[in-house]
């Protein structure tokens, strides 16, 4: 790649948005965990690191802020990279999109009736930029199979967040290690950031 994305370009530095954010959010998240009494991350959900009107609401707000802010670096940089590349923008469309669900659940904490609505709508970024990735960026090598196996395990993680929907003998099995299954599909959506983001800055 060269000009308009080369080292130590603007577009080449956004790139490190999707590290970052999986940075601040294993940070983030883990220390939230670790501040508040009680809390278990095995059990509970992230939301429950600050509900509406309870201690942390501020702080997961926060949170949710800075990842939102380097998930709208990250799209940028790779939306320079779809158009030196001549490849579908998709991706960084989808990635902005979390960014603005993201800053939808700093605002909307859990309990408030609108935060399941910003939780569930992001289950079209997590299926939709790895995909569009996947298929539409065939000449980047490394950043399309890696994408491939986020997809997989993110439908994975998906699947096993809903199937306590469909068998209360899964929901019940549930609940000891909820916190763990929600975890399952951040850890994994991040995974894919990090690893398409540092890939792409080398390359780049």
């Not at 939230?32 to 059990?43: E, F, I, K, Q, T």
């Not at 960084?92 to 659940?105: C, K, S």
């Amino acid at each position: 790649m060269d000009g308009d994305v080369g080292v130590g370009s603007l577009p080449h530095l956004m790139l490190l948005g999707g590290p970052a954010a999986a940075l601040a959010f294993c940070l983030g998240v883990t220390w939230l965990g670790l501040v508040r009494p009680g809390y278990s991350a095995v059990r509970q959900t992230i939301s429950e690191l600050g509900p509406l009107g309870e201690r942390g609401r501020k702080a997961l707000a926060v949170l949710n802020l800075i990842i939102a802010l380097s998930a709208l670096l990250f799209a940028y940089g790779l939306l320079s990279i779809a158009s030196l590349s001549a490849s579908t923008s998709a991706p960084a469309y989808f990635v902005a999109l979390y960014a603005i669900l993201a800053a939808g659940l700093a605002a909307f904490p859990s309990k408030h009736p609108l935060h399941n609505v910003f939780g569930l709508l992001q289950t079209f970024p997590f299926v939709g930029a790895p995909l569009a990735v996947a298929l539409g960026w065939q000449g980047q090598g490394a950043a399309t199979a890696v994408s491939w196996v986020a997809l997989v395990l993110l439908i994975a993680a998906m699947a096993l967040n809903i199937a306590p929907l469909f068998s209360p003998r899964l929901a019940k099995a549930f609940v000891p290690v909820y916190g763990l299954v929600q975890r399952s599909i951040f850890v994994t959506w991040f995974g894919w950031c990090a690893a398409l983001g540092v890939l792409l800055f080398v390359r780049s």
